[in-house]
C-alpha cells in the first residue's frame, strides 16, 4: 500500500473547516446584497471559496495518485474519479464536477466572475465542503482497516 501524506490532509481538512466556518458566518451576519455591496466581505468569499475548492482538489488528487496511481488530467476529472473509485459517491461527484470548473474561473477568469453566482455559491458550499473533508476522512480510516 502505498503512504498518504496523513498529516498534510490532516492540515488541510482543517483549514478546510476553518475556511467553512468562517463563510457560515458570513452569510449569518449578513444578506447577499451585503456582501455583494461590501468589497472586503465579497473579495473574502470568493477568496475563500477558491483557495477551499483548491484544498478540496489537492487532497483529491493526492489519493488518486497514491492510493490508485492516477493522475486526471483536469480538476473537473479529479472530482469524477474520486467518485469512480468510491471515495465519495458518483452522484455527488457528478453534482461537484461543476465546482472543479468554479474554480478555474475564480483563478483565470476572474474578470469575468459573476459575482451573485459566487454568494449563491457561497451558501451551499459550506455543506459541500464538510461532506468532501468526512468522505476523506472515511476513506482514510477504512484503508486502515
Not at 3 to 27: N, P, V, Y
Not at 37 to 55: A, F, T, V, W
Not at 117 to 127: H, L
Request: glycine content about 6%; cysteine-free.
Amino acid at each position: 500500500m502505498t503512504s498518504l501524506q496523513e498529516e498534510s490532509i490532516q492540515d488541510k481538512l482543517f483549514r478546510l473547516k476553518t475556511h467553512g466556518d468562517f463563510i457560515e458566518d458570513i452569510f449569518k451576519k449578513y444578506s447577499d446584497k451585503e456582501i455583494l455591496k461590501d468589497g472586503h466581505l465579497y473579495y473574502s468569499l470568493e477568496h475563500l471559496l477558491q483557495l477551499s475548492i483548491q484544498i478540496i482538489l489537492d487532497i483529491g488528487a493526492h489519493i488518486l495518485a497514491e492510493e490508485f496511481h492516477e493522475n486526471p488530467e483536469t480538476y473537473a476529472a479529479v472530482i469524477v474519479s474520486l467518485g469512480k473509485h468510491g471515495v465519495v459517491s458518483v452522484a455527488f461527484a457528478k453534482e461537484q464536477e461543476e465546482m472543479a470548473r468554479f474554480r478555474n474561473i475564480l483563478v483565470h477568469g476572474y474578470d469575468t466572475v459573476d459575482q451573485e453566482k459566487v454568494v449563491t455559491y457561497g451558501r451551499v458550499a459550506p455543506s459541500v465542503f464538510r461532506a468532501f473533508g468526512q468522505a476523506y476522512v472515511d476513506f482514510i480510516e477504512k484503508r486502515k482497516k
